[in-house]
């Protein structure tokens, strides 16, 4: 590992996801990202799940959705990680 980088937990790599699908991160987060997904389970089926779901569903944007979806995901989310599912 370089001085200059470090690792990534697995809040901020479930973060980094969609941007990973959609090729909107930097070459220096998408390194960091593979090198955590090379080592972790759990995100790398979180990534595996994203996919799938983008297979199935198609692509559904911010707009797609009502505020009261927006905000149900939201809650889902935040619930996931005060559960204590990812570092």
Known sequence: MSLFTRDIAC???VAFI???LDQNLT???RRRLERHLAGCGACSAYLEQMRD???LT???????LSDEAVNDLVEVYL???DDGLLE
């Open 18 to 20: 969609s941007d990973y």
């Open 79 to 81: 619930r996931f990680l």
């Open 27 to 29: 070459g220096r987060e």
């Open 53 to 55: 779901t983008i297979a």
């Open 58 to 64: 198609g692509v559904v944007t911010v707009e797609d």
């Open 11 to 13: 809040r901020e790599a």
